[in-house]
């Protein structure tokens, strides 16, 4: 048998769970609002980068239009690629404090890879890395010096890529040459020639970077709105419910 409190009075038992059942409409609709953002991403990304076989996109800016195909290139040839090594346990902190402050960045994609932190980086701001074991391939911008762990790819030296251009079109059309074996997993040497499309002028490119990322901040503020209801009525009913 199984004892449900309850309160004594109906009117109570309803006005509690019309209020519950409102904050969840809100919350439905803020879901269904981030979805909408993502999916305007993704779809504004199918324009903006050649389909696949293709080197023009659909969708230019205006100053591009005559601007002529895009170069396509692998990824050795424009940057750097190198396997991070492993953690260094006499210079590391799970927490950010006044020595540690630099990030160190594992293959994990939760929280954008973040392990803990550092006082000595190893690899430079605007690079990208590439998650190389686990959920493969999945590539963030890194906009500050920071180091790496797990054999996570970092992409370095980007001198004609803008690097958050090239995590946008990395995620959204480079395909990933795995390497064999019975644990998946991205090598460096694997990852090199992978071929990575883009505009010659890198104006182009960086109208594109600040077009994506723009839209990622919506994404970010409208997600903490999400997270901020669902938090709300978990604190809710903690107050309402014995």
């Known amino acids: 048998m199984i004892w449900v409190p309850l309160p004594p009075k109906r009117d109570e038992q309803q006005k509690i769970a019309h209020c519950l059942s409102s904050l969840d409409e809100v919350i439905g609709l803020q879901a ?12 504004l990304m199918q324009q903006l980068f050649p389909a696949e076989g293709e080197t023009t996109p659909r969708l230019r800016f205006p100053e591009f239009r005559e601007a002529g195909a895009w170069e396509v290139k692998r990824l050795g040839e424009v940057a750097d690629v ?3 090594g492993d ?18 960045y594992s293959n994990s994609v939760a929280k954008k890879g973040l392990y803990g932190f550092c006082a000595t980086p190893k690899y430079k701001e605007n690079s990208v890395t590439v998650t190389a074991r686990g959920t493969l391939g999945v590539a963030f911008h890194r906009n500050c010096n920071f180091a790496a762990i797990g054999r ?21 059309s480079v395909q990933l040459p795995l390497e064999d074996g019975g644990i998946p997993q991205l090598t460096a040497v694997k990852a090199k020639p992978a071929k990575v499309a883009f505009p010659r002028n890198t104006h182009e490119q960086q109208k594109i970077a600040h077009c994506l990322s723009s ?25 309402l419910f014995p």
């Open 82 to 84: 190198v396997a991070a």
């Open 152 to 172: 996570l790819l970092v992409i370095s030296n980007l001198n004609v890529v803008n690097p958050y251009f090239l995590q946008e079109i990395w995620n959204h």
């Open 87 to 104: 953690l260094n346990v006499d210079d590391y902190s799970t927490e950010r404090t006044d020595k540690y402050i630099f990030p160190i």
């Open 32 to 43: 269904k609002k981030v979805q909408a953002l993502k999916q305007h991403k993704k779809g």
């Open 215 to 239: 839209l990622d901040e919506v994404i970010g503020l409208e997600s903490h709105k999400l997270d901020a209801l669902k938090n709300l009525k978990k604190g809710l009913m903690q107050q």
